[in-house]
T-cell receptor
Framework: GAGVSQSPRYKVAKRGQDVALRCDPI?????LFWYQQALGQGPEFLTY????????KSGLPSDRFFAERPEGSVSTLKIQRTQQEDSAVYLC???????????????FGSGTQLSVL | GQNIDQPTEMTATEGAIVQINCTYQ??????LFWYQQHAGEAPTFLSY??LDGLEEKGRFSSFLSRSKGYSYLLLKELQMKDSASYLC??????????WGAGTKLIIKP
């Protein structure tokens, strides 16, 4: 597609519910990142994929958070047993190269705003 | 710990010039990015600096001083559409992006 696409745009979940957030990166982009952004804050790193390989998941806040990118394109971020502190905007970003050691600009999706009640 | 500091909010007048500062303390440095984020939208790339000095790109310029741990984004001939948050992000020695909280810029007619 022309840009990074995320769905749903908004998600309301009851505490304890499982949610799945989808990211469709720019076609051909090797690197994919997930970020969590609280209101009025900058993005916080969650996890990084190079193609289908999850090379860094150091930012995932707990084992309730799980991400996958099985075919090296679309990625899903799953949050199990959601809690109120999970409420945030979840941003996905992709970049063309696969070498994390070569800084390049990220292309972001508009995010999924998750509200846990 | 790692830290990026930016002013929370700034106000400027249409047609004027504004400078948004960013100071950082990180473990290593592999470049500094500026992104623009309109409310409810995706951040979009503005600039990347890895060497000291000024990079000019149209109405926007970005400056870096590595010795001072300091950068600024300069916006000239401000337009109403420039109202947005401006995020400063530093790539550390592990090639991890460390983000500031962003500066909300309000443009008044």
């Amino acid at each position: 597609g022309a840009g990074v696409s995320q769905s749903p745009r908004y998600k309301v979940a009851k505490r304890g519910q499982d949610v799945a957030l989808r990211c469709d990166p720019i076609s051909g982009h090797v690197s994919l990142f997930w970020y969590q952004q609280a209101l009025g804050q900058g993005p916080e790193f969650l996890t990084y994929f190079q193609n289908e390989a999850q090379l860094d998941k150091s930012g995932l806040p707990s084992d309730r958070f799980f991400a996958e990118r099985p075919e090296g394109s679309v990625s899903t971020l799953k949050i199990q047993r959601t809690q109120q502190e999970d409420s945030a905007v979840y941003l996905c970003a992709s970049s063309l190269g696969g070498d994390r050691g070569r800084p390049e600009k990220l292309f972001f999706g508009s995010g999924t705003q998750l509200s846990v009640l | 710990g790692q830290n990026i500091d930016q002013p929370t909010e700034m106000t400027a007048t249409e047609g004027a010039i504004v400078q948004i500062n960013c100071t950082y303390q990180t473990s290593g440095f592999n470049g500094l990015f500026w992104y623009q984020q309109h409310a409810g939208e995706a951040p979009t790339f503005l600039s990347y600096n890895v060497l000291d000095g000024l990079e000019e790109k149209g109405r926007f310029s970005s400056f870096l001083s590595r010795s001072k741990g300091y950068s600024y984004l300069l916006l000239k001939e401000l337009q109403m559409k420039d109202s947005a948050s401006y995020l400063c992000a530093v790539m550390d020695s592990n090639y991890q992006l460390i983000w500031g909280a962003g500066t909300k810029l309000i443009i008044k007619p």
